[in-house]
């Protein structure tokens, strides 16, 4: 009862688009939000040797990791910043699209040829708007352009991959080793030999 309410460190796993709103409330309220992965949550969870799994107990779990280790407070993403997310997302959901009208081009019966062929091509112009989207966001913003042209110095990166890691990865400067951004990537495997 004593305690400043503003005080309050809201800590909640990563749940994409769901939790983003319920962030952004607290955030914007002046609360001091983390978001947490949730393989960081479990492991957590697994050190308490927890057995059970319910709803009340995870959120016991999430208040005592948020109270030990004191996760770094999460900032929103700035309104370009979702832009050039959301788009990156949708051109990757028109990619599998093409694909997926491609593939049942090659086994159609010839009577929906036509049809299939016409869904490829609107697809297609799709996709190129979306790419002329995502550059006009990256050579409008100075932040955006200034990282894209230090990426593409990069040999065998392209500008898609730039465009994903931009959106992706918007705090690059925050991962202090390769190692680390690769970890956050889900691109270091793990070893588990011990005991082998």
Known sequence: KNQNYREIHACMEATGIYGNALAEFL?????????????????????????NKTDKMDAKIIVQFCDRMKPEPWQPLKP??????????HLEALKEMHNHESNRLAAASPVVINSIKSIIQVIEKQIEEVKEQIKSIID??????????LLKSISGIGQETISVILAEVVNIEDFKTASQLAAYAGLNPKQRTSGS
Do not use: C, D, M
């Open 27 to 51: 955030y914007n309220s002046g609360f001091k939000v983390s978001i947490v992965n949730p393989a960081v949550i479990k492991s957590f969870g697994q050190s308490l040797k927890v057995r």
């Open 80 to 89: 370009y910043e979702y832009e050039l997310q959301a788009l990156v997302r």
């Open 140 to 149: 409008n913003h100075t932040e955006l352009k200034e990282k894209s042209e």
